[in-house]
């Protein structure tokens, strides 16, 4: 985590406003509202924009499987320094299909040896976009050996996606939900 304490403090339940409450009664209802969203909820029509495109990217109109996509959101939180990022899609991918173990080696990145060559190019790609926001030729070459054009083009966007939540979260200083604890090496940054 970068900051310790937020600097844009999430909306408590007493300070939500009629078009506020409307964004987060959704999530009220599957059970609570993350930090995320009790911060956004600030500036409402912003917060529906980024969840309308939030919601494609982690639904199944996105063509990555669910797995795949995880694998790519975590990456990018990881090379981002999100705490909050990793914390919430960890428990994401692990229900996705991703194992502890699996979880670790992302971030390692496409050079740990356990990866499949599918697997590898979807890291590979995540980090060319986190560092350059470009796909290498022999990169996409690697990706189209497995995915179609429309999974390609999925990634580029939940990666684009992923790296916007990522400052959002780093920069408003969005801290951990109540009962989660942050992966030690992303303390201190």
């Known amino acids: 985590m970068r900051l310790t304490s937020p600097r844009i403090a999430p909306l408590a339940d007493s300070e939500f406003d009629a078009e506020q409450e409307e964004i987060v009664a959704p999530m009220r209802a599957g059970g609570r509202v993350l930090n995320i969203f009790r911060t956004m909820a600030r500036t409402p029509k912003a917060a529906k924009g980024f969840l309308a495109w939030g919601n494609y990217i982690l639904s199944r109109r996105n063509d990555l499987p669910a797995r795949e996509r995880e694998i790519v959101i975590l990456r990018i939180g990881y090379l981002c320094r ?23 080696a992302i971030k390692t990145g496409a050079a740990a040896p356990s990866w499949s060559p ?72």
């Open 82 to 104: 999100s705490g909050y990022e990793w914390t919430q899609h960890t428990e994401i991918g692990l229900k996705s299909g991703l194992t502890a173990a699996e979880i670790a």
């Open 118 to 189: 599918a697997d590898a190019a979807l890291l590979q790609a995540s980090d060319e976009l986190h560092h350059d926001q470009f796909i290498t030729p022999a990169t996409w070459t690697a990706l189209k050996a497995h995915f179609s054009d429309k999974q390609c083009m999925d990634l580029v966007y939940t990666a684009g996606q992923y790296t916007q939540v990522s400052m959002i979260l780093n920069t408003f200083g969005v801290q951990l939900d109540e009962g989660q604890t942050l992966d030690p090496d992303l303390k201190g940054f």
